[in-house]
T-cell receptor
Framework: DARVTQTPRHKVTEMGQEVTMRCQPILGHNTVFWYRQTMMQGLELLAYFRNRAPLDDSGMPKDRFSAEMPDATLATLKIQPSEPRDSAVYFC??????????????FGPGTRLTVL | QQQVKQSPQSLIVQKGGISIINCAYENTAFDYFPWYQQFPGKGPALLIAIRPDVSEKKEGRFTISFNKSAKQFSLHIMDSQPGDSATYFCAASDTSNTGKLIFGQGTTLQVKP
């Protein structure tokens, strides 16, 4: 049963610390998405990779957030320095874009981040 | 123009009733409309999806109705069950562009026994 995995599942940190979240997409998927979910904003797209290349990171605060795909089996989202307003659940999703551009996204279980 | 507006924000339905959630969009380039279901503590999961070349798609108790001229689509859950209690998100995508999904704000559904 192929699944998107995310680590850690929970993270509590203090303001100013660096946070790194990791995602393993489903094998064979060529798209990876990072979302942030809060009660107020709902699901916000932070970054989008296709074939490991960043396609869209317009939703990401550039001064403190960065997203990378060092290889096809790993995507990372870093926050440095973290702030209390970054507290949220961060989801990674992966999918496979075919010729028609169809893109079902499979979500991981999320990382619940609390910044004190 | 990239927004997808979803309503209601929350919904309470009796067991056996029909749950209806509505979404509206502006971008006529959108050509893929999925619905995702999210249980507490879990990531969203694809429930059902439709393309604009059909007006309705049914999978079990779940039906999407699509009105292209009105730029609206809705999710109907027939014979709602307590196990359907979850948050539902509509979404839309222009698959000829980046293919990214634009999500609605979500609807929290509670089905009372």
């Amino acid at each position: 049963d192929a699944r998107v995995t995310q680590t850690p599942r929970h993270k509590v940190t203090e303001m100013g610390q660096e946070v790194t979240m990791r995602c393993q997409p489903i094998l064979g998927h060529n798209t990876v998405f990072w979302y942030r979910q809060t009660m107020m904003q709902g699901l916000e797209l932070l970054a989008y990779f296709r074939n490991r290349a960043p396609l869209d990171d317009s939703g990401m605060p550039k001064d403190r957030f960065s997203a990378e795909m060092p290889d096809a089996t790993l995507a990372t989202l870093k926050i440095q320095p973290s702030e209390p307003r970054d507290s949220a659940v961060y989801f990674c999703a992966s999918g496979r874009v075919g010729l028609a551009g169809y893109n079902e996204q499979f979500f991981g279980p999320g990382t619940r981040l609390t910044v004190l | 123009q990239q927004q997808v507006k979803q309503s209601p924000q929350s919904l309470i339905v009796q067991k056996g009733g029909i749950s209806i959630i509505n979404c509206a969009y502006e971008n006529t380039a959108f050509d893929y409309f999925p619905w995702y279901q999210q249980f507490p503590g879990k990531g969203p999961a694809l429930l059902i999806a439709i393309r604009p070349d059909v007006s309705e798609k049914k999978e079990g108790r779940f039906t999407i109705s699509f009105n292209k001229s009105a730029k609206q689509f809705s999710l109907h859950i027939m014979d709602s069950q307590p196990g359907d209690s979850a948050t539902y998100f509509c979404a839309a995508s222009d698959t000829s562009n980046t293919g990214k999904l634009i999500f609605g704000q979500g609807t929290t559904l509670q089905v009372k026994p």
